[in-house]
C-alpha cells in the first residue's frame, strides 16, 4: 500500500502531472479572476452595460478562436518536431488572421441593432486591437505548455487577472470600460510571453506549414464549431430575451465553465504527453477520467449547496442564473468523456472524426438553445448543453468507442 501511495506521488513529479498542476493553476486563476471580475464589473456598472459588454467580450474571444487557425492544435502536436520554428509560423499567422477576422466581424456587429449606439470608428480599433493581443497572447501561452513549461503560461494567466483593476478607473466609459479592461489584462499577459520567450523568428516555415496543414485546418473547423457557440450564446440571449436576462445568463454559464478547470487542465496536458509519446495511455486515461469525476462529484455538491449564495456576491438579482448554473454543472458528467475522446484521435491524427463530433454538439447545442430559451428562458440554454453532450457521448459509444478507447 505505501509503496503504490509513494508511486503515485512521484508520478507527480512526471511532466504529464507536472503541466497539469500549472495548467489547472492558469484555469483557478482563469476562474477566480473571471469571477472576480464580473462581480465587480455588476457592482459598478449597471446590468444592461454588462449584458451588452459580455457580449462584446464574447465577440473578441470568438475572434480569438477563429483567428488561431487550428494552430493551437498543430503547435502542440508537432512542437516535438519543429521547436520554436512552428511557434514563429503560428504568431505571423494568427495575428495577421486576427486582423482581418476582427475588422470584419466588428464592422457586421456595427450594423446590428443591440450595438448600434456602442460601435464607434474609434472603438472599432479598440476591438481589432485587443482581438490582436488575444490571438498573440494564446498562441504564447500555448507554445508554454507545449513546451512542457506551463509555469510561463501560469505567470500570463495572473498577470491577466489583473484585469479587474481597470474597471474602477474606466467606470465613466461604461461598456467601452469593461471592454477596454479585459483587453489591458490580455496586455499585460502579452507582454510577459514575449519577454521570456526563447530564439523565435517571426517567419513562414514552409515544411512545418506543409507537414501541420491537414492537422491545423482539420481542428480549426472543430474548434470553431466547439467554441462559436459559446460565444456566440450571449448574443443569441440578448437578442431573445433582452440585457439584463444576458447578464444573469452570463455570469452562470461562465461559472458553469469554469468549474470545469481542473477536468479541462487534465486533458490538455494528456494531450501534450500523448504528442510526446506517452506511455501505458490507457492506464493514464482511466486515472484521467477518475480524477475528473471525482473532482465534478465534489463540484456538483459544492454547486447545489453554495451556489446561489456565489451568484448573490454579485448582486441579489443575478441569483436567478442558479438553475442554469446547476444544469451547467450537470452537464459536465457528459462534456469530460467526449473532450478525453476528442483528445485520443487527435493524438492519433484522426482529424476527421475529431470535426463531426463537434460539427454534431455546435449543432444540437444552438439547435436545442434556440427552440427551447423561449420556453425556458436562461434555462433552455443549461437544456441545451446537455442534450448536446449526452447525445454526443451516446453516438461516441455507438459508433467510435472501441476505436477511441
Wanted: without cysteine; hydrophobic residues 55%; aromatic residues 18%.
Amino acid at each position: 500500500m505505501l509503496d503504490t501511495v509513494r508511486q503515485e506521488l512521484n508520478n507527480f513529479r512526471s511532466p504529464l502531472y507536472r503541466n497539469s498542476i500549472y495548467i489547472s493553476l492558469t484555469s483557478l486563476v482563469t476562474a477566480v479572476a473571471g469571477f472576480l471580475f464580473w462581480s465587480v464589473a455588476a457592482r459598478l456598472y449597471p446590468s444592461s452595460q454588462v449584458g451588452v459588454a459580455s457580449a462584446l467580450v464574447s465577440a473578441i474571444n470568438l475572434t480569438f478562436t477563429v483567428s488561431m487557425l487550428g494552430l493551437n492544435f498543430a503547435l502542440i502536436r508537432f512542437y516535438p518536431q519543429y521547436k520554436e520554428r512552428a511557434v514563429g509560423s503560428s504568431l505571423v499567422l494568427a495575428v495577421t488572421a486576427s486582423f482581418f477576422v476582427s475588422l470584419v466581424y466588428g464592422l457586421i456587429m456595427g450594423g446590428s441593432e443591440s450595438f448600434r449606439g456602442v460601435f464607434s470608428a474609434e472603438f472599432l480599433a479598440i476591438f481589432v486591437t485587443f482581438s490582436m493581443v488575444g490571438t498573440a497572447y494564446n498562441i504564447l501561452s500555448t507554445y508554454a505548455i507545449a513546451k512542457r513549461k506551463a509555469e510561463h503560461s501560469f505567470m500570463q494567466g495572473l498577470l491577466f487577472a489583473l484585469r479587474f483593476v481597470f474597471l474602477f478607473f474606466l467606470v465613466p466609459l461604461g461598456v467601452f470600460g469593461i471592454v477596454g479592461s479585459f483587453g489591458f489584462g490580455l496586455t499585460l499577459g502579452l507582454i510577459y510571453g514575449l519577454i521570456f520567450i526563447d530564439d523565435i523568428k517571426l517567419s513562414l516555415d514552409v515544411e512545418y506549414l506543409k507537414e501541420s496543414f491537414r492537422f491545423s485546418l482539420g481542428n480549426y473547423i472543430a474548434s470553431m464549431a466547439n467554441v462559436a457557440p459559446n460565444y456566440l450564446m450571449p448574443t443569441l440571449v440578448l437578442t431573445m430575451l433582452g440585457k439584463e436576462e444576458a447578464a444573469y445568463f452570463y455570469i452562470a454559464f461562465a461559472i458553469g465553465n469554469l468549474i470545469l478547470f481542473i477536468p479541462n487542465a487534465i486533458n490538455t496536458s494528456f494531450f501534450v504527453e500523448g504528442s510526446h509519446g506517452l506511455k501505458d495511455m490507457k492506464r493514464t486515461l482511466k486515472k484521467a477520467l477518475a480524477f475528473s469525476y471525482l473532482y465534478l462529484a465534489v463540484a456538483t455538491v459544492f454547486v447545489w449547496l453554495f451556489g446561489g449564495y456565489v451568484l448573490e456576491l454579485f448582486r441579489p438579482e443575478y441569483v436567478k442564473g442558479f438553475g442554469l448554473l446547476k444544469l451547467m454543472v450537470l452537464g459536465g458528467f457528459f462534456v469530460v468523456p467526449v473532450n478525453f475522446s476528442i483528445t485520443i484521435l487527435n493524438i492519433q491524427k484522426r482529424v476527421r472524426e475529431v470535426v463531426g463530433i463537434n460539427l454534431l454538439k455546435a449543432a444540437l447545442f444552438l439547435g436545442l438553445s434556440y427552440l427551447l430559451i423561449p420556453r425556458f428562458g436562461i434555462e433552455g440554454v443549461g437544456w441545451g448543453w446537455i442534450g448536446a453532450y449526452s447525445i454526443s457521448v451516446f453516438m461516441l459509444f455507438v459508433r467510435f468507442f472501441r476505436k477511441v478507447f
